[in-house]
């Protein structure tokens, strides 16, 4: 951990403000706490911070509305704060594009325990090397169409992927010839509340290797590194 690292904590409760500065400053961390909105865009734009802590009940605009703007200008990593226990709160957090979340009332020590994985995860996923704006991606002469989410196979077949069959093999696709592992991709797939010892990673790629016709035994394409992740093998070319 970076002696240096800034969180911003947003919580309209000044009793969990004061009590979150001084627990983080206690352990490293450079801190500023404000109690809205307004004063959380204020304190963005004059410090670049490298994690926000943000509740989710504030005075004028809400958690998830900060959250989504954020979002929308910023990867910077986001845990929830909230006092609300439901599962519905949580999902609909996660799919604002929080990385985390955190029901009050909450031990400090958690909270800690959370900004160092957030941080740790935020700093160990590579670099996005494909454009976005690619209209297709074409890879061991297989062809993925972006606009219509068709896969075709080198013999010209029309290969049908589930949501989440797609969004895997995009992250792949995105990071060729680079190590992934479980958490990386978990991360990238937005299952941010998923344990760092989820198997169901692994099931997705055994089917999304079906769909590409790769050997489970010995892929050609998807391989698996043994004690670290996963590897796309292919080369992978953008066409816009």
Known sequence: ??????????????????LLRDYLQKNGYRVTAVGDGKAMWAAFEEARADVIVLDLML???????????????SDIPILMLTARGEETDRIVGLEMGADDYLAKPFN?????ARIKSILRRARALPENLQPDAARKLVFAGWTLDIATRNLQSPAGVIVVLSGTEYKLLRIFLAHPNRVLNRDQLIDLMLSR??????????????????????????????????????VFAATVEAIN
């Not at 951990?1 to 004061?18: F, G, K, T, W």
């Not at 005075?59 to 200008?73: H, K, T």
């Not at 400090?108 to 800690?112: C, D, I, T």
């Open 108 to 112: 400090p020590r958690e909270l800690l």
């Open 59 to 73: 005075p004028g605009e809400d958690g998830l509305a900060l959250c989504r703007n954020l979002r929308a200008r």
């Open 1 to 18: 951990m970076n002696s240096q690292d800034h969180v911003l904590v947003v919580d309209d409760d000044l009793e969990i403000r004061s």
């Open 193 to 230: 509340d998923a344990t760092p010892f989820d198997r169901s990673i692994d099931v997705q790629v055994s089917r999304l290797r079906h769909r590409l016709g790769d050997d489970a035994k010995e892929p050609v394409i998807i391989k698996t590194v043994r004690g670290e992740g996963y």
